[in-house]
């Protein structure tokens, strides 16, 4: 089975700054997807970034980029310059692309603070 | 509309009580499941529908959880005689075409507490 593991709880970093949340998974497949979503409190889960695994290249998005290394089945989020606006839990998810109901599995989370 | 919406956004149910819990997803969405957030952790899976077939409920935890799309659109997760291990916050996602690419779109939840 598919796991996702985010093995810090919260991070704290200062404004302006640049911090990278880790995120490792497991699996046997091959062809499968890797998002990075954000929850502000009280707030719906937002999509931040996503990566598909067979493409090399790391994605961006703006302030946001990934570190996609396949063979060691980690998927870290770096924030660049970051915002108090981007106080939120992280979630780190996996979905398979093999199954035909695309549910996404999904890590503990990790919770940011951005000190001003 | 223009996101997932969730209604009650808050529900207080006591044990053995009945909820049900609505979801509108976004118009024209085909995709649409439903997850369950306990506090502190990452969702769960917990079921999915393409438009008004029930395609996976290996998740719902107990045969008290039962589900429904019936026109393909909104949706209802309806759990019966609560116990507190219910309480969480049930979250709904909807995407466009049910592909592996596409996007899951999430509403603001309802959070559930049992007492």
């Known amino acids: 089975a598919q796991t996702v593991t985010q093995s810090q709880p919260e991070m704290s970093v200062q404004e302006a700054e640049t911090v990278t949340l880790s995120c490792t998974y497991d699996t046997s497949e091959s062809d499968y997807y890797l998002f990075w979503y954000k929850q502000p409190p009280s707030r719906q889960m937002i999509l931040v970034i996503r990566?598909?695994?067979?493409k090399q290249q790391n994605a961006t998005e703006n302030r946001f980029s990934v570190n996609f290394q396949k063979a060691a089945k980690s998927f870290s989020l770096k924030i660049s310059d970051s915002q108090l606006g981007d106080a939120a839990m992280y979630f780190c998810?996996?979905?398979?692309?093999?199954?035909?109901?695309?549910?996404?599995?999904w890590g503990a989370g990790t919770k940011l603070i951005i000190k001003p | 509309g223009a996101g997932v919406s969730q209604s009650p956004r808050y529900k207080v149910a006591k044990r053995g009580q009945d909820v049900a819990l609505r979801c509108d997803p976004i118009s024209g969405h085909v995709s649409l499941f439903w997850y369950q957030q306990a506090l502190g952790q990452g969702p769960e899976f917990l079921t999915y529908?393409?438009?008004?077939?029930?395609?996976?409920k290996s998740g719902l935890p107990s045969d008290r959880f039962f589900a429904e799309r019936p026109e393909g659109s909104v949706s209802t997760l309806k759990i019966q005689r609560t116990q507190q291990e219910d309480s969480a916050v049930y979250l709904c996602?909807?995407?466009?075409?049910?592909?592996?690419?596409?996007?899951?779109?999430f509403g603001p939840g309802t959070r559930l507490t049992v007492l």
């Open positions: 529908f393409q438009n008004e077939a029930q395609l996976d």
């Open positions: 990566q598909e695994a067979y």
């Open positions: 998810a996996y979905r398979a692309e093999a199954y035909s109901n695309y549910q996404l599995i």
């Open positions: 996602a909807s995407s466009l075409a049910g592909t592996g690419t596409d996007t899951q779109y």
